[in-house]
């Protein structure tokens, strides 16, 4: 690579050899035109299929529908940014036509709530976590209504860890993502995550126990959402965090961006790492890396777009549904039972009553505990309070939602879970009667827990 | 005041004399003065039964020293029989460093064995790198723990096997890339060691935080040919006939400490002198914070780990017609012998021997040898021959006698401590 210098000793940019560099990147010096003209590129280069360019002829009125997924973070700006000068360029030169519609989404703030995930076609069931790791829908004989809350932070303000809030947040604005674009009958959805963002989501899907999802979550392709397919698209997952920031700069674009929503390096610095989510303490992560492992990020985003989903453990026990299973939290395919794989490395039973001393403990455990409040001892002499325990019906739960529920208080957490289709309520009926069985089991299990 | 309320508590104890039976009293009553409605909060969460003297690290719950060491031996039993780590009469090398974690599995071994008859033959194996006032110290242990346990030992030495030291090494080659040398020295020591002794089965002290640390790293470094295998709790190669189990893949490091702790296990828990490699180092200071925030975060990245699955690695193939290009030119040459296993020479003269293993689709070769020191390598010539060649390019040719100056930091250490003034 060569650079020169003008005559008055400044860098030029290695692109257009005229205008003095304004900054250097991956080695090579840029002026403000050329370098957002390169980060342009990156989009281009990512959505270069035919049905992103101007159409004529027959094909006129097939006008493909994107959905832009904004956050009013610095990437999802960029992105928009790049987006609508393109179709700026192809309506200036293709007299007036552009080549997509562009929908943009903004949850929150412009066009959805964030509380409209809670309204719509749900049922809100009560999901909780039993010390075997089964996971019930509860449905006790009260009037639910009343309990339920109004708004989501009210939903997650039951969550006693940020890391939780902030995964059971990541599970709704995907939902509430993939549910536009269904209704707004966009074929394409496109996110602003760039390369640093990508890498920190593929860190933290593995340190949530997501790991089967970093393929699903972060490679581009066709995703299929109730029946409907939409491709997703990542436009600048080439692009890093440091260009994203030079981008804003050079096209006065910091203005309009969000800081809420700012996760840059002075915010993780700010707080202490107990009070940080699993995210940030990710993205501090990489924010902190030293310049010798500057390939990092890449590295990481590389590996995990190489990442397939898993090979799924086979049902010999009980063939519930035929074949996979999804969580009915996040929506997710389980590939292994959870349950069984936690079941299996942790034991809960008790070291055998040795001495007198100990059983006169026991027995005023017992007695204490009956007094205080029976619920206690729900758990382990299920039998004998049959009938004053609420109905449950067991329901499954991937790893990662068994985790984050897990750090949900004991009454449970109010979930919408979403209506069945009428094929699926066939399946549901005869889910329903195998789970008779699964209650047997559990039960069985509940006493040798109890003792 | 003071006096009175004294007198009081006295006279409780004297009431609790004569009501309670002498068993309790002499036990619990002098020791802990509480209240009985207190002492039922003070229960163990497992068997309510006993007072709870703990907090298990893995899910917060306070526990009794009894129900502590059931879940913990039953679980680490639980892992041995389930993934079927070992059969009947085999001979099990254990890696002892003499540390926290190889101390409590040799002691655990030792205890399980005998209780469920698994019907082992346990033996210590460890390996002196040879640093000076850290590895001899640990060394002791060892030799301690052998007696306490009654297992044969066999050391196996760095100086013996490479006719290098960890201190030579270090002092060849700076201090910065000392693991990376000891890492890759030990794994093939370990190895040997075993096979001296006959052994084909070596389990090593790894637990779960190392297990999520190694997940972790291989992430970070995009490690593709280790990505998938990163959690297997044995790994075994069908070159070699020594595999390698890891009885702690599930057990945090907290709870091998609180075990060790209450059972007074005798280790050393001095950390190596050489600085560990500096960006694993990051990788752990991520999962320590990762720790605080969620504790179960080390079993969820192993959930994440046993769920990784990569892409196949696409064949690329030479075109047919290149190849037909070339077995032309070489026919043209006049050496038609060798066109479809061509022997390759290399740079320094030596000519490769082991030809036509079949590559999986990783491009990773099981079985592979090295072509040097015929060890099991994924590479022509093994890792360690190579870093080993590299040491012997800079060695001195002249050395000084009765030099000291080899020995590394930890020697310093060890003589500073004893200076008084």
């Not at chain 1, 609508?84 to 007299?95: G, W």
């Not at chain 2, 085999?90 to 698994?118: F, H, Q």
Request: charged share 30%; aromatic share 8%; net charge neutral.
């Amino acid at each position: 690579m060569s650079s020169s210098t003008t005559k008055a000793g400044a860098v030029v940019c290695s692109r257009c050899k005229i205008e003095e560099s304004l900054l250097v990147t991956r080695k090579e010096a840029f002026c403000s035109s050329c370098f957002t003209k390169f980060i342009s590129n990156k989009q281009r280069k990512l959505m270069s299929s035919d049905k992103f360019k101007v159409k004529y002829g027959k094909q006129v009125n097939e006008i493909h529908k994107v959905l832009l997924c904004l956050s009013f973070g610095r990437s999802s700006l960029v992105l928009l940014d790049i987006i609508i000068n393109l179709l700026k360029e192809q309506r200036s030169i293709h007299r007036g036509r552009q080549g997509f519609k562009l929908v943009v989404i903004d949850i929150e703030f412009k066009i959805l709530n964030i509380d409209s995930f809670l309204s719509g076609s749900y049922d809100f069931e009560r999901i909780k976590l039993f010390k075997d790791f089964n996971s019930m829908i509860i449905k006790d004989g009260s009037s639910l209504d009343e309990k339920f809350p109004q708004t989501v932070q009210e939903l997650l303000s039951k969550c006693s860890s940020n890391s939780s809030v902030e995964d059971l947040l990541d599970i709704i604005y995907n939902e509430l993502y993939f549910n536009t674009c269904k209704s707004e009958d966009c074929h394409t959805m496109i996110f602003g995550h760039s390369m640093t963002k990508l890498a920190v989501d593929i860190l933290a899907l593995t340190i949530k126990g997501r790991g089967s999802l970093v393929n699903q979550r972060v490679t581009d392709g066709i995703h299929t959402y109730q029946k409907y397919q939409v491709e997703v698209v990542h436009p600048l997952r080439d692009v890093l965090d440091s260009e994203i920031d030079k981008y804003l700069d050079l096209n006065n674009l910091m203005q309009f961006c969000d800081n809420n929503n700012d996760t840059n390096t002075t915010l993780a610095i700010k707080k202490l790492t107990k009070n940080m989510t699993i995210g940030e303490i990710t993205r501090r992560y990489f924010d902190t890396l030293d310049k010798d492992y500057s390939e990092t990020v890449s590295t990481v985003v590389k590996i995990g777009s190489k990442l397939i989903d898993p090979i799924s453990e086979k049902n010999d026990e009980k063939d519930d549904n035929n074949g996979i299973q999804f969580c009915k939290i996040c929506n997710c395919k389980i590939f292994k039972n959870p349950q069984a794989w936690l079941n299996r490395i942790t034991v809960e039973e008790p070291f055998p009553i040795t001495n007198d001393e100990e059983r006169a403990a026991y027995e005023m455990y017992k007695e204490a505990a009956l007094q205080i409040s029976p619920d206690n001892l729900e758990e382990e002499e299920e039998e004998e309070e049959e009938e004053g325990v609420p109905q449950k019906e067991p329901i499954s739960l991937c790893y990662g939602c068994l985790v984050t529920i897990g750090g949900v208080p004991k009454e449970g957490l109010d979930w919408p879970v979403r209506n069945q289709e009428t094929q699926e309520i066939l399946n549901e009926y005869i889910l329903t009667d195998n789970g008779s069985d699964d209650d047997g089991n559990d039960d069985d299990n509940d006493d040798d827990g109890g003792n | 005041m003071e006096t009175e309320s004294k007198s009081k508590r006295e006279v409780a104890r004297e009431v609790a004399r004569e009501v309670m039976p002498s068993k309790i009293l002499s036990d619990s009553n002098l020791k802990v003065p509480v209240k009985r409605p207190l002492k039922v909060k003070s229960l163990c969460e497992v068997c309510h039964a006993r007072k709870a003297v703990m907090r298990r690290p893995k899910n917060f719950s306070s526990l009794c020293k009894e129900c502590f060491y059931q879940a913990f031996e039953t679980e680490i039993h639980n892992t041995i029989v389930g993934n079927k780590l070992f059969y009947s009469g085999e001979s099990v090398a254990i890696g002892a460093s003499g540390g926290k974690d190889s101390t409590v599995l040799a002691y655990i071994m030792k205890i399980l064995n005998e209780r469920y008859n698994y019907g082992l033959n346990l033996v210590l194996l460890s390996i002196d790198e040879g640093i000076k006032g850290y590895r001899d110290d640990s060394l002791a242990t060892v030799k301690r723990n052998q007696q306490q346990y009654e297992m044969p030992l066999e050391i196996v030495s760095y100086k013996d096997l490479y006719s290098w030291s960890m201190d030579e090494i270090v002092a060849s080659s700076g201090i910065r890339s000392s693991c990376t040398y000891c890492g890759v020295l030990r794994r093939q020591a370990l190895d040997r060691g075993a096979a001296k002794l006959g052994i084909n089965h070596v389990v090593t002290g790894h637990n779960a935080d190392d297990v999520a640390e190694t997940v972790l790293m291989n992430l970070l470094r995009g490690d593709t040919a280790r990505l998938e295998n990163s959690t297997a709790i044995m790994t075994s190669s069908s070159g070699s006939p020594i595999k390698r189990s890891k009885p702690f893949k599930y057990t945090y490091q907290k709870e091998i400490v609180l075990y060790a702790h209450y059972k007074k296990l005798d280790y050393f828990s001095t950390e190596c002198t050489y600085a560990p490699e500096a960006f694993r180092g990051t990788a752990r200071q991520l999962l320590k914070n990762l720790e605080a925030v969620r504790p179960s975060c080390i079993i969820d990245i192993i959930h994440s780990g046993e769920n990784f699955k990569l892409k196949e690695k696409r064949k690329r193939e030479t075109l047919q017609y290149k190849k037909n290009c070339r077995n032309v030119q070489q026919i043209k040459e006049g050496n038609n012998k060798n066109i479809d296993n061509p022997i390759e020479v290399r740079s320094d003269g030596s000519v490769s021997i082991f030809k036509g293993e079949k590559k999986s689709a990783n491009g990773f070769v099981d079985g592979n040898r090295c072509e040097k020191c015929g060890y099991l390598s994924s590479n022509k010539i093994c890792k360690a021959c190579i870093l080993l060649q590299g040491l012997e390019h800079n060695r001195a040719k002249v050395l000084i006698d009765t030099d000291t100056s080899v020995d590394g930091a930890a020697v310093l250490t060890k003589t500073l401590e004893k200076l008084t003034f």
